[in-house]
């Protein structure tokens, strides 16, 4: 799937992972150790913390290599826009960045938020919720993605279509798969053809037709 990368990207701002001995630590562009290895496992860092694992627990680091938020968590994912969806018993919530869990764990999958939502699974369906964990938009997808200007990437029926953030389709499912928008263009896949789609939903590039 093509995803905008400087979307996605760690801010390291200097700080890249590292495994020594079968642990984690993290080293400067110069090769420098800066946090000696001492975690089973460790992500990126996005917004200045970075998940670590601990006895088969995760919690979050500081740039300075302290624990920030204790190993607690099944599984936690990176922050973005200020929560972290994190796993515990069998179910995902969101945190803040001092651990506090401002979403209580309900869903059975939570993917990050952007630009205010973030999708939600439950009973196998997606929708989204804004950052108080209310329902913007029902589970009604077979899969989701984040929104980028303004629309979301979502799965019905094997095909991709966009929505807006009431939930209104607003580009029918037709793709075979659907990109993020950048500077009004997502790269798309249709009859085997890649080519853009318009925030408009008018097709564009080589491979359109």
Known sequence: MNRPPERYKPDN???YRVEVNGKCGYIDKAGKLLIN?????????????????????????????????????????????????????????????????VINPQFDYARDFYEGLAGVSVGGKFGYVDKTGKYVINPQFDNTYGFSEGLA?????????????????????????????????????LAGKEAYVTTGGVLVGAGAT
Do not use: C, H
């Open 13 to 15: 701002n200097g700080l």
């Open 37 to 101: 290895p001492q975690f089973d496992d460790a992500g990126g860092f996005y917004e200045g913390l970075a998940q670590v694992s601990v006895g088969g627990k995760w919690g979050y680091i500081d740039k300075t290599g302290k624990l920030v938020i204790n190993p607690q968590f099944d599984v936690a994912f990176p922050f973005r826009e200020g929560l972290a969806g994190v796993k515990v018993g069998g179910k995902w919530g969101y945190i803040d960045k001092a651990g506090k869990m």
């Open 153 to 189: 990437g979502v799965s019905a029926s094997g095909k991709w279509g966009y929505i807006d953030k009431t939930g209104k389709m607003v580009i029918n499912p037709q793709f075979d798969y659907a990109g993020d928008f950048q500077n009004g263009l997502a790269l798309m896949r």
